[in-house]
């Protein structure tokens, strides 16, 4: 099992922009894993974000944030990245990080799919 660490969380004006990133514990090979990121706003269910390859060829996004989020992964400092740009009130949520081991060029978007999870970080955004 690989361990997760995000961080990057914040409270924020409506506009702004947020940089959330998962470290992935030494030991285990980066690039084995394919990466997600994905969301829980208060009082309702986990969501998907994001998430990219192994091969970072291929990524996916929710609708709502394609034009908005960007995400990026640098093997050499084995972290994954979450661009937050134009921020509104309802990406208020715990963000959590998420990998699985999968095909190079496969990307995730089931939280079914991810098999290790980080502990997350808190996003808030007002008005």
């Known amino acids: 099992q690989v361990h997760l660490t995000e961080s990057g969380g914040g409270s924020v004006q409506a506009g702004a922009s947020l940089s959330l990133s998962c470290a992935v514990s030494?030991?285990?090979?980066?690039?084995?894993?394919?990466m997600g990121w994905f969301r829980q706003p208060p009082g309702k269910e986990r969501e998907f974000v994001a998430a990219?390859?192994?091969?970072?060829?291929?990524?996916r996004y929710h609708e709502s944030v394609k034009d908005r989020f960007t995400i990026s992964r640098d093997s050499f400092e084995r972290v994954v990245i979450l661009q937050m740009n134009n921020l509104e009130p309802v990406d208020t949520a715990v963000y959590y990080c998420a990998a699985v081991e999968g095909p190079w060029n496969r990307a995730y978007t089931r939280t079914t799919d991810y098999d290790n999870w980080g502990q997350g970080t808190q996003v808030t955004v007002s008005s």
């Open positions: 990219i390859s192994r091969s970072e060829g291929t990524t």
């Open positions: 030494a030991g285990r090979v980066f690039t084995d894993y394919a």
